[in-house]
């Protein structure tokens, strides 16, 4: 098996290597420091999580032990496409450089200008940048590129997702075209290919995974979810989210929580705090230094959930993440993977879970396409957990008649009142003429009410309610006044 010792870095690079704990490249540092010390052109696939960033740091450390730098003229350049991974980078040649005396400079956004320029002015022998910032030094005449020996350009697939493809064409024209490349991407676009073709000179091309592959220790999960109204679609994805992430136990250590609107970070964060989980955002529109602040305290352990857009898919190194939640199907396949790339990684065993509702399902068969492979499907657990609780309500049907809506009896089911007489009808019916009763032979016929009071004081003769004062006239019969 390889070793780091056998690889020819500098003894003083190998030092600060054996203190971090690791002795074995991975495989697309094994591939790639080789033709890197040689001062070959380098082409590195690999998915995320495989150890990229000291794939050209350890080299470039190496290579730049002679010389020395020159006010305003870095002599090698790292391009990366956010502020997060710009920092990473740096962290990274402070730890495998601190026995050395080179130089660096970060340049990002989010600092002043002024503070960054008098680095540049003291001479740099590494200058980590963002695309942005870089162009933006340049054209205020505080950089000179060409005394450039080296340029890394990492997570190139994130940079042609961002647009920063003419910025980055625009860097390789004004750097010397004797320069050596280093370029790094998770996944082949037509565009990058086309980019290598143009700045890369008969690149070593190592590729130690299919691109776009996730990892096998990430153990993968999709739940599909649908809202019961589309007001309530929000409350109740958020609901959801919760539940699964008390359903992983004490498993889900700590979890990164990505959605595709910055918006929706902020209020999938909120919500989180106010049922007290310690989540957090990140995104973009925050300060740098809130974000750097945020990181830190997910590093550190003392956050456990970071909610955030794809400003923190790409390159983030923390080691230790249990579970990624993609609290949405994100626009982008590619995207799926860089996501659930921050778990699973160093060899540890993680997990990804997705929500998905009916208008993603177009995105998510993108990305089973893209990941050639058919995401497991998990059971909702509030919607299982409901069909219980029903089913442990509802009665045996041997116990008890199952009741209508419109009462506790079916309307086909006759009262026992009324199923009495009609028994008792249906009995007297059938009966012999010779047994039958003679007030049942011949049922007296009912009157209205009123006419049948007439015909009793007609036969009586009387008149009811006037008393003793009755006049003489009004005592008298029809027939009678008739004839006065």
């Not at 089913?391 to 049907?397: F, G, L």
């Amino acid at each position: 098996m390889t070793k780091f010792t056998d690889l020819n870095l500098d003894k003083k690079v190998l030092k600060a290597i054996a203190e971090t704990g690791y002795d074995t490249p991975t495989p697309i540092q094994a591939g790639a420091i080789v033709p890197a010390l040689e001062g070959k052109d380098v082409l590195g696939i690999a998915q995320t999580g495989t150890g990229k960033t000291a794939a050209f740091t350890l080299p470039m450390i190496t290579l730049l032990g002679r010389g020395r730098a020159r006010a305003r003229m870095p002599r090698s350049l790292v391009l990366a496409p956010t502020r997060e991974l710009a920092a990473q980078v740096a962290e990274n040649f402070d730890a495998y450089a601190k026995y050395t005396k080179l130089s660096k400079a970060l340049l990002i956004g989010g600092v002043s200008f002024k503070e960054q320029d008098v680095l540049i002015d003291k001479g740099v022998d590494v200058l980590i940048a963002t695309p942005g910032r870089l162009l933006d030094h340049f054209e205020r005449g505080k950089l000179i590129l060409s005394d450039v020996k080296i340029m890394v350009v990492d997570e190139a697939d994130r940079m042609l997702d961002m647009g920063f493809i003419p910025d980055i064409e625009e860097i390789f024209k004004k750097t010397p075209f004797t320069r050596q490349t280093l370029f790094f991407s998770a996944t082949m676009a037509p565009e990058i290919e086309r980019i290598t073709n143009t700045f890369l000179s008969a690149p070593s091309k190592i590729e130690v995974a299919r691109a776009a592959t996730t990892s096998e220790n990430i153990t993968q999960g999709v739940v599909m979810f649908k809202a019961s109204r589309k007001d309530r679609e929000g409350s109740e994805k958020r609901k959801l989210l919760r539940r699964l992430i008390d359903d992983q136990g004490e498993g889900c250590t700590n979890a990164i929580i990505f959605c595709n609107r910055k918006s929706d970070v902020d209020i999938t964060a909120k919500s989180l705090k106010k049922y007290g989980y310690n989540a957090a955002p990140i995104h973009g529109d925050l300060e740098q230094s809130q974000r750097m602040k945020t990181l830190d305290g997910f590093r550190e352990g003392t956050l456990q959930f970071l909610i955030a857009s794809d400003v923190a898919a790409r390159g983030l190194d923390i080691p230790a993440v249990s579970h990624v939640f993609n609290f949405d199907v994100p626009s982008h396949a590619e995207d799926y993977v860089h996501r659930i790339g921050r778990t699973g990684r160093a060899g540890r065993k993680g997990t990804a879970i997705m929500i998905c509702n009916p208008r993603d399902e177009k995105n998510f068969a993108a990305v089973e396409q893209l990941v050639a492979m058919e995401i497991p499907r998990l059971e909702n657990p509030i919607e299982q957990a409901t069909a219980e609780n029903t089913e442990q309500a509802q009665p045996a049907q041997d116990e008890k008649p199952k009741r209508s809506r419109g009462g506790s009896r079916r309307k086909s089911e006759p009262k026992p009142e009324k199923a009495a007489k009609e028994e008792k009808a249906t009995t007297v019916s059938e009966a012999s003429p010779q047994d039958k009763p003679q007030k049942q032979s011949q049922p007296k016929r009912q009157e209205p009410r009123g006419n049948h009071r007439n015909q009793r004081q007609q036969e009586k003769n009387t008149i009811v309610g006037l008393g003793e004062d009755t006049p003489a006239f009004i005592a008298l019969s029809f027939g009678e006044r008739t004839k006065i």
